[in-house]
């Protein structure tokens, strides 16, 4: 705490305004509360759809949050936070590790983690043929106890537990869990772990095949009842379990007719953190760079985030945690959030469970949306993987490439 008071006074700002870019409109209600206790240094928000791409145009912008900053190509336009991390600074000790590593994507730390996701998995308790492990459900928990509650009149699925199908997201988080690691290797390119892939999509495969019946079947559920949402057949108890980020968790909780309850998806020794982190850093071309470290001091502190988890609660802001997910600061996830939630006590999952993608392209919501994850329905549905993961993700390249060139 005590850097900010010396970067904040004895007239070193003048009144003209740190810019904020962002895509992120729950943002205004942290600007809000920083300009009202600060008399020297101004905070202005601007919304932008595509933040990051004031790191390649000089647009004004001194300090950015968005999930797209992790990049190499992003990393090198960003300033170091390094100083930051220093004694009357921020602690190292209270970011969550693997988090605070994936800001630093050549090995120098140009960006904070705000806030993060997890993939949730939501049931009702009662409908479970084994006790759940206390935080997370692992696969194999998932894939064993929803066959168990499959069942089939005249060759037909009427009740089906899970499937990897329903939830285009799953696929992709279950070959993470698998140990494909897709990350960035160089500028925009995306590698993985090609034997680690190749089991996961024949464990996928073999899964829909062999305990859910094959695609046929498969279709003929979801054709004849996926048309509701899914927390309608979870109390219909068509369904046993289905996928939602933890930014919905608590809303979707409240919404069940049900007693309905929740874990995390796991694999067999990790808890999946969500691929778009919310990140924060400031610009090389900023020329407020004291006052863009000054505004990052103010909001990395345990105080403040508590005091934003409050003021949202008072002013019914809508809005899960810390921008829509769990914090980056331990402190404020261990001890702050079962205070407002308290569904959550007890179910926070410990820095060492914790599996961080990445680090990732700044592409990479279309290239999941538009190659991977249709490549991984088409080699789940099929009898083989098919062979062309590399050459859809070089077309994919070269098409972006063509359109950013207009």
């Not at 064993?144 to 285009?168: C, H, I, K, M, T």
């Not at 390119?189 to 999509?201: C, F, G, K, T």
């Not at 809303?251 to 309905?260: D, V």
């Not at 961080?356 to 279309?366: F, K, N, R, S, T």
Request: glycine share 8%; hydrophobic share 40%; aromatic share 10%.
């Amino acid at each position: 705490m005590g850097l900010l008071p010396a970067l904040t006074g004895c007239g070193l700002f003048t009144r003209r305004p740190l810019v904020l870019c962002t895509d992120r409109p729950e943002l205004a209600s942290f600007v809000e509360q920083f300009n009202a206790r600060q008399s020297d240094l101004r905070v202005h928000l601007r919304y932008q759809q595509a933040p990051e791409e004031a790191l390649h145009r000089n647009q004004g912008v001194d300090l950015l949050i968005s999930t797209r900053l992790a990049g190499s190509g992003e990393a090198r336009a960003l300033e170091s936070l390094e100083d930051l991390l220093r004694p009357n600074g921020l602690n190292r000790e209270d970011f969550y590790a693997p988090l605070l590593a994936a800001g630093a994507p050549e090995r120098r730390q140009v960006l904070l983690p705000l806030s993060f996701c997890l993939p949730a998995v939501l049931f009702l308790p009662y409908n479970l043929a084994e006790t759940p492990p206390n935080l997370a459900i692992p696969l194999d928990f998932l894939r064993r106890n929803g066959g168990q509650y499959n069942q089939r009149v005249r060759d037909a699925l009427v009740r089906e537990g899970f499937s990897p199908l329903w939830d285009p997201a799953f696929l992709l988080a279950a070959a993470q869990l698998g140990g494909a690691r897709f990350h960035e290797e160089s500028a925009g390119s995306v590698q993985w772990n090609d034997p680690a892939l190749e089991e996961s999509i024949a464990y996928l495969r073999d899964w829909v095949q062999t305990t859910n019946g094959g695609t046929q079947a498969e279709r003929a559920f979801a054709d004849r009842y996926l048309y509701l949402p899914p927390g309608r057949l979870l109390d219909e108890k068509r369904i046993q379990f289905y996928l939602l980020r933890s930014c919905d968790l608590l809303r979707a909780l409240e919404e069940q007719k049900e007693e309905a309850d929740f874990r995390w998806l796991a694999g067999p020794e990790k808890v999946l953190v969500g691929d778009e982190v919310l990140f924060a850093g400031i610009p090389r071309s900023s020329r407020r760079k004291a006052q863009a470290r000054a505004f990052l001091l103010w909001l990395f502190q345990g105080e403040t985030q508590t005091r934003l988890l409050e003021i949202g609660r008072r002013q019914r802001l809508g809005v899960f945690g810390i921008a829509g997910g769990f914090s980056g600061l331990k402190s404020v996830n261990e001890l702050a959030f079962p205070q407002y939630y308290p569904r959550l006590i007890g179910r926070i999952p410990p820095e060492e469970l914790l599996q961080v993608p990445g680090p990732l392209p700044q592409a990479w919501p279309e290239i999941k949306a538009q190659v991977l994850i249709p490549w991984l329905r088409e080699a789940v549905n099929g009898p083989s993987t098919p062979a062309d993961l590399e050459e859809r993700l070089k077309a994919a390249r070269s098409a972006r490439s063509r359109k950013q060139a207009f």
